[in-house]
């Protein structure tokens, strides 16, 4: 399981849609570096066990078994993800393991520990999370770690989660090592998520990166450890208190098809308490599989608005336009900005991701 991953939807289609709200993601470590951090990791005594009433684990033959626990498993937009993670030895016996590789999902950038956590948004299975994304949950720049030692092996307490890790080390004299215990600590980690950085260029990742909080949808928590277990939880983020448009539906292609490109209807709500005098709602739809090296494409859908003919709350309004030369693939996440302003002149913007599927 990769941590880049490419995009899930590979088939270009033509029927009618629904959306289904989608996310992006992030957390807050406490780092060395001075950089701001995506994930944040809180004293295992700040939260009492019994909070953590949602699940999953999976044992290994090896003996371990890794645990990734929530203590909900709906959270509003804007607020912290908490997220509990061990690797535990079942074995009365102490278990030594040597790692196969490292894992493509890391707790930090300064973690070496056997296992780590990502964070996929959509819905993902076992079958599908090597087709999705991992989101990054780290701020990317250059971190200050402490010293990383090689690892012969992993040393396991008997029924415990304390962890040593063993590295070869130099013994007398020429290139003679021996195996050293160089720290034990828990194999374990509560950490809070808020959402993801982006990078805005690959070259220079810590140039301009920014960082967005969960927006309303569905997303995938899955932890992995060095021996290939991997468990998986789902958590959804409802539309912050005060976000002023609802998405209600993405429809299209409407007939009669159009060969040029889809035509596709928006419809928006007023879910706020004060009417709305601009409005629009850009869909930002990726390159077609036949020019991958291509640029996101943004179609704005303008919706008929004004001081005269404002959008009251509890009223919904429609736009439709054609998405000139594009198509449209199933299982894929569409960006969508709304931007607007009430009538005294306030703005907002803000971006959801909404999951196009077939209705019928």
């Given at each position: 399981?990769?941590?880049?991953?490419?995009?899930?939807?590979?088939?270009?289609?033509?029927?009618?849609?629904?959306?289904?709200?989608?996310?992006?993601?992030?957390?807050?470590?406490?780092?060395?570096?001075?950089?701001?951090?995506?994930?944040?990791?809180?004293?295992?005594?700040?939260?009492?066990?019994?909070?953590?009433?949602?699940?999953?684990?999976?044992?290994?033959?090896?003996?371990?078994?890794?645990?990734?626990?929530?203590?909900?498993?709906?959270?509003?937009?804007?607020?912290?993800?908490?997220?509990?993670?061990?690797?535990?030895?079942?074995?009365?016996?102490?278990?030594?393991?040597?790692?196969?590789?490292?894992?493509?999902?890391?707790?930090?950038?300064?973690?070496?520990?056997?296992?780590?956590?990502?964070?996929?948004?959509?819905?993902?299975?076992?079958?599908?999370?090597?087709?999705?994304?991992?989101?990054?949950?780290?701020?990317?720049?250059?971190?200050?770690?402490?010293?990383?030692?090689?690892?012969?092996?992993?040393?396991?307490?008997?029924?415990?989660?304390?962890?040593?890790?063993?590295?070869?080390?130099?013994?007398?004299?020429?290139?003679?090592?021996?195996?050293?215990?160089?720290?034990?600590?828990?194999?374990?980690?509560?950490?809070?998520?808020?959402?993801?950085?982006?990078?805005?260029?690959?070259?220079?990742?810590?140039?301009?990166?920014?960082?967005?909080?969960?927006?309303?949808?569905?997303?995938?928590?899955?932890?992995?450890?060095?021996?290939?277990?991997?468990?998986?939880?789902h958590f959804l983020v409802a539309l912050a208190p005060g976000s002023p448009i609802e998405v209600v539906?993405?429809?299209?292609?409407?007939?009669?098809?159009?060969?040029?490109?889809?035509?596709?209807?928006?419809?928006?709500?007023?879910?706020?308490?004060?009417?709305?005098?601009?409005?629009?709602?850009?869909?930002?739809?990726?390159?077609?599989?036949?020019?991958?090296?291509?640029?996101?494409?943004?179609?704005?859908?303008?919706?008929?608005?004004?001081?005269?003919?404002?959008?009251?709350?509890?009223?919904?309004?429609?736009?439709?336009?054609?998405?000139?030369?594009?198509?449209?693939?199933?299982?894929?996440?569409?960006?969508?900005?709304?931007?607007?302003?009430?009538?005294?002149?306030?703005?907002?913007?803000?971006?959801?991701?909404?999951?196009?599927?077939?209705?019928?």
């Amino acid at each position: 399981m990769a941590s880049q991953r490419t995009a899930i939807g590979s088939t270009t289609i033509a029927f009618t849609m629904i959306i289904v709200l989608l996310v992006a993601g992030l957390g807050i470590f406490a780092l060395s570096s001075q950089q701001p951090s995506a994930t944040t990791h809180t004293a295992s005594a700040t939260v009492a066990p019994s909070t953590w009433n949602t699940t999953s684990a999976a044992l290994s033959p090896t003996g371990l078994r890794l645990i990734i626990s929530m203590q909900q498993t709906t959270f509003s937009q804007g607020s912290g993800v908490p997220v509990n993670i061990s690797l535990f030895n079942t074995l009365t016996a102490r278990n030594n393991l040597t790692a196969p590789g490292a894992t493509d999902l890391s707790l930090d950038p300064c973690s070496q520990l056997p296992f780590g956590i990502g964070v996929f948004a959509g819905y993902y299975d076992a079958g599908n999370l090597s087709q999705g994304t991992s989101l990054e949950l780290s701020y990317p720049g250059i971190y200050n770690c402490p010293a990383l030692f090689a690892i012969e092996y992993w040393s396991f307490a008997p029924m415990s989660d304390n962890i040593t890790a063993v590295s070869p080390q130099p013994t007398g004299s020429g290139n003679a090592t021996a195996p050293r215990d160089m720290w034990t600590q828990s194999a374990g980690a509560e950490t809070e998520y808020l959402g993801s950085w982006s990078i805005q260029d690959a070259a220079n990742p810590s140039t301009n990166a920014t960082f967005d909080y969960f927006q309303p949808g569905t997303y995938t928590l899955a932890a992995e450890d060095a021996w290939g277990q991997v468990t998986l939880l789902h958590f959804l983020v409802a539309l912050a208190p005060g976000s002023p448009i609802e998405v209600v539906s993405v429809i299209g292609p409407i007939q009669p098809y159009n060969p040029g490109g889809p035509i596709v209807d928006v419809t928006l709500k007023n879910v706020g308490d004060v009417p709305i005098t601009f409005l629009n709602a850009t869909l930002s739809i990726e390159p077609p599989l036949t020019n991958p090296g291509g640029f996101n494409q943004p179609f704005t859908f303008a919706f008929n608005l004004s001081s005269s003919n404002p959008l009251l709350p509890g009223q919904s309004a429609q736009c439709t336009r054609t998405l000139i030369g594009v198509g449209l693939q199933t299982g894929s996440d569409y960006p969508l900005t709304i931007d607007g302003a009430f009538t005294n002149g306030t703005q907002f913007s803000y971006t959801v991701q909404v999951q196009i599927i077939t209705q019928g």
